[in-house]
């Protein structure tokens, strides 16, 4: 069959806002996407941390873009200053989006990507490579289907793909036998998995944002819940420097949590170890046991892993990637937001050039594109996608706006969320 791959669509793999942003700017280029979501609505990774307040207000959550569209239905603009919890930035924003009528004929639901290829290609083949279409491979419920496009946008996120605790970077010795007493994110505490928390003795790991919502949350629990214990477990030697963010913070959300969590420690309401380094976890008398670098942790009932996420690479495996090979992100990207290297506030601008792969037409994109480095905002996401939609209807790299991760990365300076 021969057809010109100029007129297949674009495809996105993930509707979350960053998804979802990319489709809107390609149909602003003329270009036609197809939006590929494996939960059975839009914001599904969204939708599991919902309960948490995002410490950006909504004039960072949303694209300028997006916003324009639907302003031209009657769409109610959120209170720009405020910050939405997860849950109001899916309601409010994600799903009127994904509902608007230039959206929907393109949105796939309940279709996961598995893998994409080159028609005709594996990875080691060179002859034609860069003319062949892509071959995407989905699944949903009436089976498996390949679909043909010219490029391809990964938006899938990284929530799905939780690091472990283990000190190794790899699983600690059980700690997939012991995964039911484990939840990976952000657990709602004060909603359904109270029951999971109430009474028990609960330890959260990981030094961000994501565990101080945790701590904060499991605090709460304690004081209506007879017999809690709430343990802290930190890679770092001490608990010092909790309220990071300036006085005038621009992400206010921010401050407030750090400030909440430095009195909380303060009271003696949360149990503190540093140095952290889980090498076993095991079962003994009904409780967990940690083997640490420097000897065991006090029995817990459940442990809360906010140890961040790391990509799904894959899904990319048949294609010729370009990966910093510490970060894991697009190997120009890396180097820019790689926390071993840089103290936040200092990145240059990126877009598509430097989010692009020796595969042309691949491009990764939101939070999936800083890999490993915890430091992403859907501001950066949003300059992103503009930016490889420019690139791909054509228009040359003085019209690519760029993503200003200087600027975001200043807000964002702690690296920890
Ligand atoms: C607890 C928490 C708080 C945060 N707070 C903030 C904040 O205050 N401000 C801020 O700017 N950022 C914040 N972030 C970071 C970031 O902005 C969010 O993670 C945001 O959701 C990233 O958007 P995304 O579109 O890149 O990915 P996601 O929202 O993760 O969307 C990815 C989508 O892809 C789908 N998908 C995955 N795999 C596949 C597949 N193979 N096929 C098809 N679909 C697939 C998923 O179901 C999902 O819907 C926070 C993150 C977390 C976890």
């Keep these: 069959m021969t057809y010109n791959v100029k007129n297949l669509p674009i495809a996105i793999i ?3 806002p960053v998804g979802l942003s990319a489709a809107v700017n390609l149909i602003d280029m003329g ?4 939006v590929f979501e494996s939960g059975s609505s839009v914001g599904s990774n969204l939708a599991k941390w919902g309960h948490v307040r995002m410490f950006s207000p909504w004039s960072y959550n949303m694209d300028p873009i997006a916003i324009s569209l639907l302003k031209k239905t009657d769409w109610i603009e959120p209170v720009l200053s405020e910050f939405p919890t997860g849950q109001e930035l899916l309601e409010r924003y994600v799903i009127p989006l994904a509902s608007h009528e230039a959206i929907t004929p393109h949105l796939h639901l309940n279709t996961r990507v598995e893998n994409v290829s080159r028609q005709y290609h594996d990875i080691l083949r060179n002859e034609g490579r860069k003319n062949a279409p892509f ?3 989905t699944s949903n419920s009436e089976g498996q289907s390949d679909i043909l496009v010219q490029a391809v946008i990964d938006a899938s996120g990284t929530y799905q793909t939780p690091n472990w605790l283990g000190a190794h970077g790899i699983p600690a010795l059980g700690e997939l036998a012991a995964s039911q007493s484990i939840i990976y994110g952000v657990p709602d505490i004060l909603g359904p998995a109270r029951k999971q928390y109430a009474g028990r003795t609960v330890l959260v790991v990981g030094g961000g944002h994501s565990a101080f919502n945790a701590l904060q949350d499991l605090v709460k629990l304690s004081e ?3 017999g809690m214990r709430v343990l802290w477990g ?3 030697s001490s608990v010092n420097n909790i309220v990071r963010s300036p006085e005038n913070d621009e992400l206010q959300e921010r401050r407030r949590l750090e400030m909440h969590i430095q009195k909380l420690l303060d009271e003696g309401k949360i149990e503190v170890f540093t ?6 976890i095991n079962y003994e008398n009904g409780k967990l046991i940690l083997q640490n670098r420097s000897g065991q942790l006090p029995p817990v009932d459940q442990i809360i892993a906010a140890t961040g996420f790391r990509p799904d690479l894959d899904v990319m495996s048949e294609l010729r990637t370009s990966l910093d090979s510490a970060t894991q992100s697009p190997a120009a990207l890396g180097p820019l937001i790689d926390p071993n290297l840089h103290t936040c506030g200092s990145v240059p601008e ?4 430097e989010l692009s792969h020796p595969e042309s037409g691949l491009y990764i994109v939101g939070i999936k594109s800083y890999g490993r480095a915890p430091t992403f905002l859907l501001r950066t996401g949003y300059k992103q996608v503009k930016s490889v939609a420019s690139a791909l209807a054509g228009k040359t790299e003085s019209d690519v706006q760029t993503a200003n991760a200087c600027d975001l990365l200043s807000v ?3 690296c920890s969320q």
Excluded: M, W
């Design 350 to 353: 990126h877009g598509a050039t």
């Design 234 to 236: 930190i890679r770092g």
């Design 14 to 16: 993930g509707a979350g």
């Design 275 to 280: 140095n952290i380094a889980i090498e076993s």
């Design 31 to 34: 270009l036609t996407p197809i």
């Design 135 to 137: 071959v995407v491979r």
């Design 412 to 414: 964002n300076r702690n």
């Design 224 to 226: 209506q819940s007879d």
